[in-house]
């Protein structure tokens, strides 16, 4: 890898001292991409990964972002360093609410045990999803015991995102009942806990029982009948990584819990705790873990390949060249897509 | 480019020659991504596209279906051929629900002047939205006066795949209220035209009104104040297309229609209708139109480059080979991802 600037290798030594400042501008450095991102995360995840990754995940309204502050709450009271990662959705509409959610943060934000950090969906010019990734790849080498990831939204880049975690919780509320049906396949597949919050609500109750019957229905599908989001298929070479069938782990799987949460109350939370402290449990007892560690690996070197490739291919003089009159060409007529690519595509290929 | 096999020159023929079976046999190559589908795409789309083409899209439930149903009939009345594609959402569970909606269409299935096609979003290698772009391109060539596109959900995927339509209709709900100020930003942007479908419930009116105060919330924003997703922005070489702020047109913007309509009595359709007409007329006068086609070129010939790199750079063997090196490597902490992917990208890149 490239050697780090003497101001990098200067970062880099106040990141591994525990400077939550140098975390802070890792992260900048990471998100912004900015010259040396890539040695520079070489060089910090060359210490092995520790901490526990959670992820939680859901529509908007959920509660999410209350829920995350409980359980924040609860491991910093347990002496445990805790690092948040809150990817907000793209909509500037959405600005308010999440502000919302946010303040509630607040009483955490004082506390040097807990670091919170908003991923700004617009400035990543990697692709949201690998970047985020990379800034919770930071926060567990960091030294966190506790990296929480929370996505708002249920897109390919969210369970893409939640998809780097270990233990992914999937927060719905009462009123999600008529969406069970309809709800993206992915995002059931991806819950090892559900969670339904706000179940102080008339409906909790139904929805509960919609969720373990569609549970029920998933693992009579054999042989994707286990969650399944963290296995990768090199095979499938698609512009989104694909979510793969999973073989069922030998020390047999995981059985996927319920929950009734009030975030706000605090009621459930500590279930909800101790739920995923035993998920987490399994995952280590029965080599779960390890493979997903694993299959992250692969996913994680996919992901800079393939952003490596389109900034070589993109951001080369000649491409520029052969689009200028490539585009021509093909208003008249005179080219397809399909030439013109394979020009590019001669020009930056070995063979 | 690659020579076509004589089998595929055969197909080729009678494509041209308008046959409907060969149609279907081309969106099949193109979908499984058969051997020569490009050499396929690229002899078929020598011809100048010419289609009117028209994308609905909006959240699960909406009256899409029944919306595009009443629209091709109206236009098969007016003597034009229809081609439609309905992109199905990957869930499972609304295998169901979408069942319904298409069965609504069989009236029009028996129809020869009428082509209805559904995606199967699991069976593409190359990502669905490519695919989809790719299937309309074949429709607009293969002569039909109108393609209609119906997605399902609103995803980065479906806000691509209406991104290549010249016309995209937004169809939301009376109970989609609530959401408006939640809504996607990119959803938002996408709309040419909103449409409030069954608008015979109660909230309809309240919802159109709040519609019509985002977009005149959003349209104080310049400059990024008028549809955007047509633009394309090179610079941007993120995992998914980014949505770009673009350049008001100079003959002036296109002020964004807010309709109601109740698709399964009819009510408001040819507004609707006409509300489409009046775009495609803005269009082509304001030379909009010129350039979402020459955005839409260049997005394609990105596809396509990018789809072709990654299938070169994992399905070379050499990869195969670091890979499995690597991944033991990085478990080790002997490796990073970054360490093995340069190690991949220098086997496969010229420089």
Chains 1, 2 share one sequence.
Not at 120 to 125: D, F, H, K, P, Y
Not at 205 to 218: C, F
Not at 309 to 315: G, K
């Amino acid at each position: 890898m490239t050697e780090l600037t003497p101001r990098l290798q200067g970062l880099l030594e106040r990141f591994r001292d525990g400077k939550t400042v140098a975390l802070a501008r890792a992260i900048s450095l990471v998100e912004d991409e900015r010259p040396g991102f890539q040695a520079f995360l070489h060089a910090a995840l060359a210490r092995s990964p520790r901490a526990a990754r959670l992820g939680l995940t859901g529509p908007p309204g959920a509660g999410k972002s209350s829920l995350v502050a409980a359980a924040a709450t609860a491991y910093r009271r347990a002496g445990e360093r805790v690092g948040v990662v809150a990817v907000d959705p793209t909509s500037p509409y959405s600005g308010g609410a999440l502000l919302g959610d946010r303040i509630r943060m607040n009483d955490l934000a004082t506390d040097p045990g807990i670091f919170i950090r908003s991923m700004a969906t617009r400035g990543s010019l990697g692709g949201l999803a690998t970047t985020t990734k990379e800034v919770l790849d930071l926060m567990d080498v960091f030294g966190f015991e506790r990296v929480i990831v929370e996505t708002v939204g249920v897109g390919q880049t969210e369970l893409e995102i939640t998809a780097a975690t270990d233990t992914v919780v999937v927060v719905l509320v009462p009123e999600s009942g008529d969406g069970i049906q309809a709800m993206k396949a992915g995002l059931m597949e991806s819950a090892d806990i559900f969670v339904v919050n706000k179940a102080d609500r008339p409906g909790a109750d139904r929805v509960v029982k919609e969720i373990r019957h569609a549970i029920h229905l998933r693992s009579g599908r054999a042989p994707d009948g286990v969650p399944a989001h963290h296995g990768v298929d090199l095979s499938r070479v698609g512009r989104t990584p694909r979510v793969a069938p999973a073989v069922p782990s030998e020390s047999g799987g995981w059985s996927i819990p319920v929950l009734k949460t009030v975030a706000q109350s605090g009621e459930g939370v500590s279930e909800l705790l101790e739920a995923v402290a035993r998920h987490r449990g399994w995952l280590s007892e029965s080599g779960e873990l390890r493979r997903r560690r694993r299959a992250r690996a692969l996913n994680r070197v996919r992901d800079v390949v393939d952003r490596a490739l389109r900034r070589v291919t993109w951001n080369h003089a000649e491409t520029t060249a052969i689009l200028e009159v490539g585009l021509d060409a093909i208003q008249e007529g005179a080219a397809t897509p399909y030439s013109v690519a394979r020009t590019i595509l001669a020009s930056v290929l070995k063979e």
